[in-house]
């Protein structure tokens, strides 16, 4: 729900910040003002920020990619062991993995 509104909010900052540093230049060039509201910006460029570096990170790590590999492989190993045809075990994982791709 936030990555809806925070991204708008802080576009709606930028905006009114820049507006704001424009009528505040040219209504009397109060340096006070127009640090606050630099401040302001800065800190709505901070949280985009943030919230755009934590949300990059839903995807999984490569280890982890390689550790379930190995272990899918363990598991045809254990079946072929067993007696299960190696060629029809590779099938059955191969059209396994491309209906989760789906």
């Given at each position: 729900?936030a990555k809806r509104w925070i991204p708008k909010v802080c576009a709606a900052i930028f905006v009114a910040?820049?507006?704001?540093?424009?009528?505040?230049?040219?209504?009397?060039?109060?340096?006070?003002?127009?640090?606050?509201?630099?401040?302001?910006?800065?800190?709505?460029?901070?949280?985009?920020?943030?919230?755009?570096?934590?949300?990059?990170?839903?995807?999984?790590?490569?280890?982890?990619?390689?550790?379930?590999?190995?272990?899918?492989?363990?598991?045809?190993?254990?079946?072929?062991?067993?007696?299960?045809?190696?060629?029809?075990?590779r099938a059955l994982v191969r059209d396994a993995m491309r209906a989760?791709?789906?």
């Amino acid at each position: 729900m936030a990555k809806r509104w925070i991204p708008k909010v802080c576009a709606a900052i930028f905006v009114a910040g820049i507006a704001g540093i424009i009528i505040a230049s040219v209504n009397g060039n109060n340096a006070g003002v127009i640090l606050t509201i630099g401040l302001i910006i800065v800190l709505a460029a901070v949280a985009f920020l943030t919230m755009s570096a934590l949300d990059l990170q839903h995807g999984r790590i490569d280890a982890f990619g390689e550790v379930a590999a190995e272990q899918l492989e363990a598991q045809v190993m254990t079946l072929v062991a067993t007696g299960a045809p190696e060629e029809q075990v590779r099938a059955l994982v191969r059209d396994a993995m491309r209906a989760g791709r789906r």
